[in-house]
Each structure stands twice: as C-alpha cells, then as structure tokens.
C-alpha cells in the first residue's frame, strides 16, 4: 500500500515538473515567434531600403519613400529626457525610504509611489492633454524663453506650440518613476547591514555613510533600474502620442513637436493602404523591439548581479 502512493507521488510530482516545465518553455518561445514574425513582415522594407531606413528622414507614402530617422531620433531624445528628470526624484524617494522615513511613514509612500505604475497610460495622456499641454504653452514654455533668456539656443527656440518633446519628456518622467524607484529601492535594502555599520564606525556621518558605502555597492543594480525605466520608456504609446504633436521630422528643439516609434505605429498602422507601408510600419516595430529586448536583458543582468554580491 506504501509503495502504491509513494509510486503515485512519484507519477503526480513528475505530471506536475512536466506541466510547470511547459509554461516556463511557453514564455520564451512565444518571445521568439513574435520577433519572428515581427522580423518576417519588416524584411521586405529593410531589404529594399537598407541601412537608409534607419538614417533617412523622407516618410513618403504617396512615393514609397520610407525612413525612420525622425521616429528612432523622437524615441531616444524623449526617453532620455525622462530619465534625466525622473532618475534623480527616483532615487532620492529611494534613500528616503530605505535609510530615512520612519516606519509609520515608509509603506504609505512606497504604496503612492508604486500606485503611479497603476494608472493607465491613456489617464495620463488625457492629464497630459488638458494640464500639463496648456501649461506648458502658456507659463513655461514663454518662461523658459523669455525669461531665462534660453529662446536663442537651438534646445528651446521656436514658438510654444504645446504639444511637443518637451510634454513627451515629462509624461514619460512621471510614468518610469515608479519603475526606478521601487528597483532603487529593493537593491538599497539589499546592500548588508555590516557595510553602513563599517563606514559609521570609521567616522562618516549618515550621509556620508549613504554616498560612500550603500551607493557605491548598489550602483550596478541602481543602473539597472534605470535601463529598466528607460525600456519603459521606450515603449510607451498611448500617453506619449496625446502630447508630442505627431510631426515627422527632427528637430533639436524641444518646443517642437516630435514621433516616436511607438507613436508613429499607433497613428499609421490602421491606416496604412498598401504592403510596402505596412511592411515599414513593422521595421518600425522590429527595431523597436529590439532596442527595448536589449535594454531589458541589461536592466535584469544588473540588478541580478547586485542581488548576488548581497547574498555573496
């Protein structure tokens, strides 16, 4: 009777490996035959236009002429620029939550911080639209300008428009804020004890203790937190269309209006007549995908290696 049920255990745990196995292998693969695919319906626009795919600015369709220069340029510039706003607030939630907020205060506001990776990008498109595109065009934008005198350099010059990079810039900080923050702040948490014990004991006052020892340590896995907002940055749509102006070219002002890929896709794919124009549509896709694929695997690859000097 014993051997009957621990040969039916055996039967069940090797059912259940089996089972567990194939939704594992079923995550990877299905990555895999969506960038085939992917990859499949792009290659009769990368093999005919090449390389000036990537580096023309010309998106004709009327002519068949298609370069996605302007795109891939609206991409990076407005990704950076959200990291370059959000990754400071990002960090400095971080270091308040891990070293300074008592406790009482601490899971209030890691919750309303992390809430902000809750709401839907189309919430904040429609903020966007109605707050912060007005504002913009009638307070800072003409303050920027005018004021502190920077309409001269070629970063703010041209009118207000509203829509533009600048309101991509910043609908994307606030999106990918969450994301650094709570990255941030699991890997501070993971730094061990006996490294603030060691620089305290040595002298060094509590801020010194977080900029010489515990950010130091961290800061492959901080790094990683912010590739990883910056993947999501990259890739987010909804919000980033409502308020960039969806104008194809590329400019180095940041009142102007400006595309990204994810953009551009979204406003011409339901749209698009003929082969060719879909087929550029989705190298727009494919080397989205694999920008943010890239991005991803080194955000992980970061934060995995301070996990791992934590544990060592």
């Keep these: 009777?014993?051997?009957?049920?621990?040969?039916?255990?055996?039967?069940?745990?090797?059912?259940?490996?089996?089972?567990?196995?194939?939704?594992?292998?079923?995550?990877?693969?299905l990555l895999v035959l969506?960038?085939?695919?992917?990859?499949?319906?792009?290659?009769?626009?990368?093999?005919s236009f090449g390389l000036s795919f990537l580096t023309s600015a010309e998106w004709n369709v009327v002519d068949?002429?298609?370069?996605?220069?302007p795109a891939i340029y609206g991409t990076i510039?407005?990704?950076?620029?959200?990291?370059?706003?959000?990754?400071?607030?990002?960090?400095?939630?971080?270091?308040?939550?891990?070293?300074?907020?008592?406790?009482?205060?601490?899971q209030p506001v890691a919750f309303l911080v992390d809430l902000l990776a809750a709401i839907p990008s189309v919430v904040y498109g429609l903020w966007g639209v109605f707050v912060l595109?007005?504002?913009?065009?009638?307070?800072?934008?003409?303050?920027?300008?005018?004021?502190?005198?920077?309409?001269?350099?070629?970063?703010?010059?041209?009118p207000a428009y509203g829509p533009s990079m600048l309101a991509a810039g910043l609908i994307l900080a606030i999106m990918v804020l969450p994301y650094i923050s709570s990255v941030?702040?699991?890997?501070?948490?993971?730094?061990?004890?006996?490294q603030r014990e060691a620089a305290l004991a040595l002298g060094a006052t509590r801020w010194e203790m977080i900029w010489g020892a515990v950010l130091p340590?961290?800061?492959?896995?901080?790094?990683?937190?912010?590739?990883?907002?910056?993947?999501?940055?990259?890739?987010?749509?909804?919000?980033?269309?409502?308020?960039?102006?969806?104008?194809?070219?590329?400019?180095?002002?940041?009142?102007?209006?400006?595309?990204?890929?994810?953009?551009?896709?979204?406003?011409e794919f339901s749209e698009a007549t003929n082969d060719m124009h879909l087929s550029a549509l989705m190298g727009v896709g494919a080397v989205l995908l694999f920008i943010t694929l890239v991005v991803n695997m080194l955000a992980r690859w970061l934060v995995w290696r301070v996990q791992r000097q934590g544990r060592a």
């Design 1 to 29: 009777m014993a051997s009957t049920s621990l040969h039916g255990a055996s039967v069940g745990d090797r059912i259940y490996r089996f089972v567990t196995t194939a939704f594992a292998l079923s995550i990877p693969l």
């Design 34 to 47: 969506l960038a085939i695919e992917v990859a499949v319906a792009a290659w009769p626009a990368l093999s």
């Design 64 to 69: 068949g002429i298609y370069g996605a220069a």
């Design 77 to 106: 510039v407005s990704s950076a620029l959200a990291l370059i706003i959000a990754t400071p607030l990002a960090i400095g939630v971080a270091i308040f939550l891990s070293e300074f907020a008592p406790p009482w205060l601490r």
């Design 133 to 158: 595109v007005p504002l913009l065009r009638e307070r800072v934008m003409p303050f920027i300008a005018d004021r502190l005198h920077l309409g001269d350099t070629p970063f703010f010059s041209g």
């Design 184 to 194: 941030t702040r699991e890997v501070l948490m993971a730094v061990p004890r006996s």
């Design 217 to 267: 340590y961290a800061s492959s896995g901080v790094l990683g937190g912010v590739i990883l907002g910056l993947g999501r940055a990259l890739g987010e749509t909804m919000a980033v269309t409502m308020v960039i102006g969806n104008r194809h070219e590329i400019s180095a002002s940041l009142f102007s209006p400006g595309y990204t890929m994810a953009s551009q896709i979204a406003n």
